[in-house]
T-cell receptor
Framework: GESVGLHLPTLSVQEGDNSIINCAYS??????FIWYKQESGKGPQFIID?????DKRQGQRVTVLLNKTVKHLSLQIAATQPGDSAVYFC??????????FGQGTELSVKP | DAGVTQSPTHLIKTRGQQVTLRCSPI?????VSWYQQVLGQGPQFIFQ???????GRGNFPDRFSARQFPNYSSELNVNALLLGDSALYLC????????????FGPGTRLTVL
């Protein structure tokens, strides 16, 4: 039958504020996680990654936190800018070495 | 440097038809992966090819097939199209068979009527 797209969770923030995007993953055996940013009309773009032997990793204006106990990832964006408006996906690498993407969160930045 | 390129950008087909999508990886990249992204969802893995050999296949029916050429470009074929095949088809390339180094193309938007 015809597939129906799901309504994406949305997050609206004011320019200059910090953003926190959350993600729950399914496989406790996954040991590598990646955050992607997807702008309209473009493919996913790598933001930051983290391995399961870490609980925090920082990049330029972005921080990823990993809580293996509750299988939860978060992406923190500092001083959010209009150019950060996009859909953000977390992805886990499964035991077969393949990427499994989450549903995604749409971030909207208000000027 | 050119990134991953895909053609065509958009495509409209009717149910039952067949479609071929094309991908050119970044120069020097030997691995190509294909993903299907339905509106409002994350990409789903379809195939991975490395050095012209299939290295993985996702949970897709046999109507979906792919191949990789000696120049590392790739084609994704879908036969007997269904309405549910309407999606953005993404290609990603990497230097090795590691998914953590993948670079995505802009995708081909397929609409099945």
């Amino acid at each position: 039958g015809e597939s129906v797209g799901l309504h994406l969770p949305t997050l609206s923030v004011q320019e200059g504020d910090n953003s926190i995007i959350n993600c729950a993953y399914s496989n406790s055996a996954s040991d590598y996680f990646i955050w992607y940013k997807q702008e309209s009309g473009k493919g996913p773009q790598f933001i930051i990654d983290i391995r399961s032997n870490m609980d925090k990793r920082q990049g330029q204006r972005v921080t990823v936190l990993l809580n293996k106990t509750v299988k939860h990832l978060s992406l923190q964006i500092a001083a959010t800018q209009p150019g950060d408006s996009a859909v953000y996906f977390c992805a886990e690498v499964n035991q077969g070495g393949k990427l499994i993407f989450g549903q995604g969160t749409e971030l909207s930045v208000k000027p | 440097d050119a990134g991953v390129t895909q053609s065509p950008t958009h495509l409209i087909k009717t149910r039952g038809q067949q479609v071929t999508l094309r991908c050119s990886p970044i120069s020097g990249h030997k691995s190509v992966s294909w993903y299907q992204q339905v509106l409002g969802q994350g990409p789903q893995f379809i195939f991975q090819y490395y050095e012209k050999e299939e290295r993985g296949r996702g949970n897709f029916p046999d109507r979906f097939s792919a191949r990789q050429f000696p120049n590392y470009s790739s084609e994704l074929n879908v036969n007997a199209l269904l309405l549910g095949d309407s999606a953005l088809y993404l290609c990603a390339s990497s230097t090795a068979d590691r998914v953590d180094t993948q670079y995505f193309g802009p995708g081909t938007r397929l609409t099945v009527l």
